[in-house]
């Protein structure tokens, strides 16, 4: 079965330099390589979905201008339905700023652009997609109305609603309460949690709040999942470290597809931490992202 997943999100163009380590406030430091790449984090997470197999369909917008034409001949090029992505005379592409270490992490600066002037008006015309569609994905690069009418919509048609809560903000218990799966990283876990530090205790008040199932990215310590019937953490593959840039990105599509194709959600986490290892060591946003037969060779030479 092919399933066809929905991505309410961002798309940005990354603009890429790479420094020996990341600047000090009021510092200036002299970089080497500078590349752009096809990114944001709905663009990157509707590109991986379709890369894993899936039939994807985006809402969004970009400019009307060349970063714009850019992206969406990327996003078009991995099979992507760019029909819902509007074109927007008023405002830029959204570009997002990356300084890369020497050892491949990133800090990021995005200014959003066209990406917040997603409205909900924008997903209650793509309407007709939410009919027939497995699961709706979900970063927070664009407005919350534009992110709860998507999840209003999903609820309407039995479609199962994953949030990528990024970048982290308060979020209210009512969009807390229809998501089927909230997939953070600890940073992003925190925040949503009131600055609670212990992972176990902000799962924990999450859930008070509604959340069905949990999906914590680890970094290099894997992941955790927890639900009513199971807490478990699965192990991160052992790979060299190119580039973090869209590691979560691949995680969380991968986690999606393999959701929508029916696949247990702890099998569902072996696959979103395959993506992701495999996302690291490449370059890159969207060219970073691995292709399905890549993550089932990995499944099957990493038995963890």
């Not at 194709?261 to 969207?286: C, D, F, H, I, S």
């Amino acid at each position: 079965m092919t399933p066809t997943i929905i991505v309410v999100g961002s798309l940005n163009m990354d603009l890429v330099v790479r420094a020996p380590r990341h600047p000090q406030p009021g510092e200036t430091l002299i970089g080497s390589d500078f590349q752009t790449f096809p990114g944001g984090k709905g663009a990157n997470q509707a590109v991986a979905a379709a890369r894993l197999g899936a039939r994807v369909r985006m809402i969004g917008r970009v400019g009307v201008d060349a970063f714009g034409e850019a992206l969406l001949a990327a996003a078009q090029n991995d099979g992507v339905d760019t029909t819902f992505v509007q074109r927007d005379p008023d405002h830029p592409t959204g570009v997002a700023l990356i300084t890369l270490d020497a050892h491949g992490q990133n800090t990021i600066v995005v200014a959003p652009g066209a990406n917040m002037q997603v409205r909900e008006a924008d997903v209650e015309r793509a309407e007709a997609v939410f009919a027939g569609a497995d699961a709706l994905l979900m970063p927070l690069e664009c407005p919350l109305e534009a992110v709860m009418a998507a999840t209003r919509l999903a609820r309407k048609y039995g479609v199962k609603v994953i949030l990528n809560p990024a970048p982290a903000r308060p979020l209210p218990a009512e969009l807390l309460a229809q998501l089927d799966y909230l997939a953070p990283n600890q940073p992003e876990l925190q925040t949503l949690a009131e600055g609670e530090p212990d992972v176990a205790a902000a799962i924990a008040k999450l859930r008070q709040q509604g959340v069905q199932n949990v999906v914590v990215t680890l970094g290099e310590a894997g992941a955790l999942l927890v639900s009513d019937d199971q807490s478990v953490q699965l192990p991160a593959f052992q790979v060299p470290v190119v580039d973090t840039v869209a590691a979560g990105d691949a995680f969380v599509a991968a986690f999606c597809v393999a959701l929508a194709e029916g696949k247990p959600p702890r099998e569902a986490v072996r696959w979103g931490n395959a993506a992701g290892a495999l996302a690291v060591t490449r370059a890159g946003a969207q060219p970073s992202l691995p292709s399905r037969v890549e993550v089932v060779r990995l499944l099957e030479v990493q038995v963890i």
